[in-house]
C-alpha cells in the first residue's frame, strides 16, 4: 500500500525544511498545476487566445473537473460542476432545497458547522423574511440533536461531515436516514471530507453537497469549489443564480433565462480557468489511489501521532475524537496558549494551524506526509513545549489569518 | 501620445501572425501576468503554504486589484472590489438595491442589456415572487425609453452603459440624473466600458457598478470581477450573500454572521488568488496611461477601421453608431453570413467575433492595437469578401462558444 503513497509523494512541490501539517487548510502544489498554469499561459490563453474557449478544453472545464471530484466522492458523472466557492454553492443548494419543500419553514444545522454555512443560512432567511408571510427560521442545535430534531417542520438540514476544529465525523448516513423519512432535504458540506474520507453520495442518497477545492484537492488558493446535485432531482430545481453560464444555451443570447438540462445549471457567471486549470491538474494525482487505502493510511498516520504525542509530552490534551472512525484526517489538541504555540511550531519547521478558542489542529495527508514525518513533527512539537518556545511566541500580534 | 502606446504594446505576449482585435470578449496575456503568476507557483504557493494568505498578501488581494480598478473607473480608493464573477457581483448589487428601495417593486432595464444581467433579474424576481405580498416586476423597454421608464415605481435601473452587440453607448449621465429625481437606485454594467472609456463613477452618482476582469483589464480567462459600491451606502446594505470572507472579522468562527464595515462586505467566500494574481499584474500595464488618451486613441483607431472599410468594401453594413461619441470601444457591422465571415477571418489571422444573428464585432483596444493593425485587417478583411471567403466557411457545424 505505502508504495503508493511514495508515489504520491513525488507529485508534490513541497519545501525540503518543512513538515506540513495544514493540507486540511490549504493543500501543497502538485508539480503537474505549475506544468498546467505554465502551458495555459504559453501555448491556451497568450496563442489561441478567444480560441481556448473552444479549442483549449475551457468551456467544458466545470464539468471535465467536476467528473473527476464526483469519481472521489461516490457520484454519478454528470452530477458535479466545479465552479465558485464553497460558500456560493451553499447558497445555490439552500436556496434549491427550499424550493422543494416550500411548505416548510425551518433550516436546521448544528452549532459544529462551519461558520460561514451559518452565514450563508443567516443571509438566506433575512433575505426571504422580508417577504415571507410564515416566517424562516434557522434552527442552530448542538450536533448531538441533529437527528432528533428532523421533523417535518424542517426543510432541509446542512450539516458538514467533519467538524473543521475537532476533526469529529457526524453519523451522516443516519442523518439522512432520518430527512428521508420526514421528507427532509439533506445538504452536506465535504469541505474536511472530500480527498479525507471514502464518502459515496449515491449510496448515502444524499440530494446536495458542496466542498472545496483547496484543501485536500489541493487545487491551489481559493481554487473553485464544487456543488453535487442528486441526478434526479436535476431537472426539478430552478437555479437561483440564473446566469449565462448556466443557459441552455448561453451563446443565443436569448433575452430569457432557460436553465441547462445538465449540472451546468449550476454554473452562474464565467468560471474561474486558471483556478480550475490548476485544480485539473492536482486531481490527476488521485489516479490508481483508492480511498479505502487512504482512509486506512490516514488512521494509521493518526493513530501514529496520537500515540507519539501522549509519549512525548502530556501538555497536549486530544481534542478529537480518540476513535479513529470518529474522527476525519485531523488530528486536533487543546492547548491554552494555542496561537503562540503554533506560531513557535511553525518557526521548526511544523506547519499545523490554530483555531479560536484553543485549538491546535494538524492535518494527516497521506498522500505526502508519512510516518518519518510525523515522527519528526512529534519531536519538534515536544521540543517546543518542553523549552517553552511558545512563551516567547505568545505576545506577538496575532495576524488576520492563522 | 502614441509613444506611450508603443511602449505598453511591448507588455503583451501576442502572437506575431495574429490582429487580435478580439480583447473586448478576452483580452491577451501581459507579459507581467505570466512572470506573476510564475511567482505565485515558484515562491508563494509552494513556498509559503498556508502562509501565503498573510506573507504573500492573499487576504488583501481582492481589496489591492479593487483599488487599482477603483482608479480606471473614477472610483474612490476603498470602494470596489475584485471577487467573483459579474453575473454573482450583479445579483449582489440589485438584492442590495431592492433592500434600499423596499417599498418599491420594479427592476427597470432594456433589450439591449446583456442577457446574462436580464437572467440574473430573472432569477431574483422569480424568487422574491415566491413570497412577495406584493409582486416584482422585471421591466424590459427600448434602450431610447429607459429615462421615460423611470419613475417612482422604480427600485432600481441596471443598464450596461456599452451595448456588447453594436457598441452603442447610452447617456448613462441623464439616466442617473433621472433616477436620482425620482429615487430610484443605478446599477452599471461595465463590462464593456472599464478599461474601454473614461469612466467617473464618482461623479456621476452611481450607486452601484460591476463589470468584468477578463475583457478591457486582461485578468484572463475566468479573471474574477469586480463591484463597486457607493461609500455612502456602503454602511446602508446588508450582503445577501453572507459568506465568511465578508464578514468583520472571519478567523474569529463566530455562529453569527456580522459584515465587515469596508468594501469586503461584498466578498463571499474564498476568492480565486491565481486568478487575481493575474488580474493584479496586468493592471499595471496602466501606469501612466490616461483613459482621456486612451479614449482619444480609440476613437482615432475606431475611425480609421471603419474609413478603410468604406474605402474597401460595400458589402459590410455598419451595426454601430457612426458618430465616435456614441460608440465604445469596439466597432461593428452587420453581415449576413457573419458566422461563416468571422471563420474565415480567423483562418486569415484577424480575430473579431460572432454575435447573434448576424453581428461581426471588433474590438479597438489601444494598448495593443495600432494603425498597422488596423491597415492590415482591413486589407485581409476585404481579401475575405473579395474571394467569398466565407463561403466555405459556412456550412460548418457552430460550435459553442465563437
Same mark, same amino acid.
Given at each position: 500500500m505505502n508504495r503508493i503513497f511514495e508515489q504520491t509523494k513525488l507529485a508534490f512541490d513541497l519545501p525540503k525544511d518543512i513538515i506540513y501539517l495544514d493540507g486540511n487548510s490549504l493543500g501543497p502544489m502538485c508539480h503537474a498545476s505549475r506544468t498546467r498554469l505554465m502551458d495555459e499561459m504559453d501555448n491556451q490563453w497568450s496563442k489561441k487566445l478567444i480560441g481556448g474557449w473552444n479549442e483549449s478544453g475551457w468551456y467544458q472545464l466545470s464539468q471535465t473537473v467536476g467528473d473527476k471530484i464526483a469519481a472521489l466522492i461516490g457520484a454519478d458523472k454528470g452530477s458535479v460542476s466545479a465552479v465558485d466557492s464553497t460558500s456560493i454553492n451553499l447558497y445555490k443548494a439552500l436556496h434549491a432545497a427550499l424550493g422543494l419543500n416550500s411548505e416548510r419553514r425551518v433550516i436546521l444545522s448544528d452549532k459544529s458547522n462551519f461558520p460561514t454555512d451559518l452565514y450563508v443560512a443567516q443571509g438566506i432567511i433575512k433575505q426571504l423574511n422580508q417577504h415571507a408571510d410564515k416566517p424562516f427560521i434557522l434552527k442552530i442545535v448542538e450536533a448531538k440533536e441533529l437527528i432528533s430534531a428532523i *421533523? &417535518? %417542520? /424542517?426543510?432541509v438540514v446542512m450539516v458538514t461531515q467533519v467538524d473543521y476544529a475537532t476533526g469529529r465525523l457526524l453519523p451522516i448516513a443516519d442523518i439522512i436516514a432520518k430527512a428521508c423519512l420526514q421528507g427532509t432535504k439533506t445538504i452536506v458540506d465535504l469541505c474536511h471530507s472530500a480527498g479525507a474520507l471514502e464518502v459515496n453520495l449515491t449510496a448515502l442518497g444524499v440530494d446536495f453537497a458542496i466542498g472545496c477545492g483547496y484543501k485536500y484537492f489541493n487545487g491551489g488558493p481559493g481554487a473553485p469549489a464544487f456543488i453535487y446535485v442528486k441526478p434526479s432531482l436535476l431537472d426539478k430545481i430552478e437555479p437561483v443564480l440564473s446566469g449565462w453560464m448556466g443557459h441552455a444555451s448561453p451563446f443565443d443570447f436569448d433575452l430569457q433565462y432557460r436553465p441547462a *438540462?445538465?449540472? %451546468? &445549471?449550476?454554473? /452562474?457567471?464565467?468560471?474561474s480557468i486558471l483556478g480550475l486549470a490548476s485544480l485539473d491538474a492536482a486531481l490527476d494525482v488521485w489516479q490508481g489511489v483508492s480511498l479505502k487505502q487512504l482512509r486506512a493510511r490516514s488512521i494509521e498516520l493518526s493513530e501514529l501521532f496520537i500515540k507519539e504525542i501522549n509519549q512525548h509530552t502530556s501538555e497536549l490534551e486530544l481534542a478529537s475524537p480518540v476513535n479513529a472512525q470518529m474522527r476525519g484526517s485531523q488530528v486536533s489538541f487543546c492547548f491554552e496558549q494555542g496561537y503562540a504555540l503554533v506560531q513557535a511550531l511553525i518557526a521548526q519547521g511544523v506547519v499545523g494551524d490554530f483555531r479560536m478558542p484553543n485549538i491546535v489542529r494538524f492535518g494527516i495527508t497521506p498522500l505526502y506526509i508519512d510516518e518519518a514525518d510525523i515522527l519528526q513533527a512529534v519531536q519538534k512539537i515536544a521540543l517546543v513545549l518542553e523549552q517553552r518556545l511558545w512563551d516567547q511566541a505568545q505576545f506577538k500580534v496575532r495576524s488576520a489569518v492563522t
Open positions: *421533523d &417535518k %417542520n /424542517v426543510a *438540462d445538465s449540472i %451546468n &445549471k449550476m454554473r /452562474v457567471g464565467t468560471p
